[in-house]
């Protein structure tokens, strides 16, 4: 399986993150891609290639214009008052305050944010823009006739909203692979989230369209990151009625209990008759993962990627999250190569 790549990656180097309370240590560090690529290599995974830019019009397609201008002006003016650490917001637009955009860079990094997790730092914007050169890469490769392909995203992009990032995510990668999907032909695409927490941006973004199909399976978001999205009765709106699924599962759900739920999506995807897949692949729902809670082991990922072949469709991997970073390398590969064993 060709995998695209990109090093300007190692741009998004956040020093720290506000996490239950106090602030660590990033736990999203470019050692996560280094571990994966090295993994791709070691595994004779297949060719790995660079991604050639697309410029912002694919974005634009998924992301709101204020949002994607502020990420690109965001450090400078943060940097222009005298700040040289990380960006991060120290309140919310939260329930009755007023929903104006604020003129401040400040304001805005507070109205353009979810959490207090995703620092803007002096690369983030070249960061996040090659991410997403990495997810239309590997679409033009699928269009050109690759039945899988791995796009090694990072930083990640499921929790990335049209008009917000967050959870480590700034340009929603698999939302705007989904798409670039549909503006080159594809009628139906079907996105599935398998990462440990809810994909809220890439619902947010397909919420009222039947044209993308969107699955997620995950921490239960009543005990879980997001939180405030991710539940059951989340099924989509207007046109998009009956075109997302969620399937929370109580953390510390055993792995029977999360391959049940992954047969129940991939029946939806057949029943959805998409002609194209794109896999938000996090592979935190690993037993030793430091901030998840769910229990597969390393040969499960490649029952995972074995179950997904079993659809049949052209599909796009793009790298989520996944924190555990020394074994993050084989449970990814592990996926690609138990998909490609069975296609
Ligand atoms: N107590 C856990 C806090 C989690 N904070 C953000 C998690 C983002 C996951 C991205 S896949
Ligand atoms: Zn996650």
Known sequence: ???????????????????????????????????????????????????????????LRVHDEGYVRFLETAWQRW??????????PKMWQIRRLREAVPEHVE??????????????????WQAATASSDVALTAVDRLIGGERAIFALTRPPGHHAARDYCGGYCFFNNAAIAAQ??????????????????????????????SDVLFLSIHGDPRTEYPFFLGFADEKGEGEGLGYNFN???????????????????????????AEALVVSLGVDTFEGDPISRFQLGTPDFVTLGARLAGLKLPTLFCLEGGYAVGPIGDNVVNVLAGFEARS
């Open 180 to 209: 670039a999907l549909r503006d080159r032909g594809a009628h139906r695409v079907a996105v599935l989230d398998v990462d440990y927490h809810h994909g809220n941006g890439t619902q947010d973004i397909f919420y009222h369209r």
């Open 107 to 124: 304001g805005q990094l507070c109205y353009y944010s979810m959490d207090c997790g995703t620092p803007i730092t002096a690369g983030t």
């Open 79 to 88: 940097s222009e008052m005298g700040r040289d650490y990380d960006a991060l």
């Open 1 to 59: 399986m060709l995998t695209i790549y990109s090093d300007s990656h190692r741009l998004q180097h956040g020093r720290s993150e506000l996490i239950d309370g106090t602030l660590k240590p990033c736990f999203e560090t470019p050692s996560r891609a280094d571990m994966v690529l090295a993994a791709v290599r070691q595994r004779d995974l297949g060719d790995v290639a660079h991604p050639r830019r697309h410029g912002l019009e694919p974005i």
């Open 247 to 273: 399937f929370p599962l109580a953390a510390g759900s055993c792995v029977s209990t999360w391959f049940f739920a992954l047969d129940c999506a991939l029946e939806q995807i057949a029943r959805f008759g």
